[in-house]
Structure formats: structure tokens, C-alpha cells
């Protein structure tokens, strides 16, 4: 599976962007999409997940109500739509993919993903 992460720039607080990851390979094999996001001197935490399984959305807290993950099954693309962008949502943005079944509780994890995609900077204004 390959990873291409594209979208990211720079915005103003209250903006909006939206990243998109193109996956190609064994895409029909996923178990969970993912986004994580990096900032600097921080380590890389949890932003938004899709199972396929269920065909659920996770967030975490600091995104939720804010952020839409979503899938292109046809065009084999997984979005992150970011609306009302912070300055702490400054970081680079990484797409990840899980080839196994995903147990709930570790769709937050970064070990559970197998395959990343390059990350795609986000710096948000104040």
C-alpha cells in the first residue's frame, strides 16, 4: 500500500483546508484509515480514523465538531476536512493505513497502522 498526502498550507484562525491522502495497492484489504498529526517538539498523536468494518468515524476530542474524515472508495482517497483550524492545530499531517482487522480500542494507536504517507505541513495563523 502507498500513501500520497497532499493539501496542507498555511491559513488564517477560523479557516478552513482539507487534506486528502491517495492510497493505491491492496486498498480492498484496509482495516482503518487514519490520520495523525505531528507538531514540532511534540510526539505524533491521533486526529481522525475510519473502520471499515463498520464504516465508523473516530476523532479525537481536540478535533471533534471541528474535523470530517471521510473515503472515496471509488477514487480510493481518504479526506480530513478541518474547518474553524486553530493555531494549535499547527503540525504536519500524516495519512496512515491498517492492512488488519482493528480492534476498537486501538484504532488511537499509531502501532496499529501499518503504512504512512509522508505528511503534509498545516500552519495555522493566529
Known amino acids: 500500500v502507498q500513501l500520497q498526502a497532499s493539501g496542507g498550507g498555511l491559513v488564517q484562525a477560523g479557516g478552513s483546508l482539507r487534506l486528502s491522502c491517495a492510497a493505491s495497492g491492496r486498498t480492498f484489504s484496509l482495516g482503518a484509515l487514519g490520520w495523525f498529526r505531528q507538531a514540532p517538539g511534540k510526539e505524533r498523536e491521533f486526529v481522525a480514523a475510519h473502520r471499515t468494518s463498520t464504516n465508523y468515524n473516530y476523532y479525537a476530542n481536540s478535533v471533534k465538531g471541528r474535523f470530517t474524515i471521510s473515503r472515496d472508495n471509488v477514487e480510493s482517497t481518504l479526506y480530513l476536512q478541518m474547518n474553524s483550524l486553530k493555531p494549535e492545530d499547527t503540525a504536519v499531517y500524516y495519512c496512515?493505513?491498517?492492512?488488519?482487522?482493528?480492534?476498537?480500542?486501538?484504532?488511537?494507536?499509531?502501532?496499529?497502522?501499518?503504512?504512512w504517507g509522508q505528511g503534509t505541513l498545516v500552519t495555522v495563523s493566529s
Open positions: 496512515a493505513a491498517s492492512t488488519s482487522r482493528v480492534i476498537l480500542s486501538t484504532i488511537y494507536q499509531s502501532a496499529t497502522y501499518d503504512y
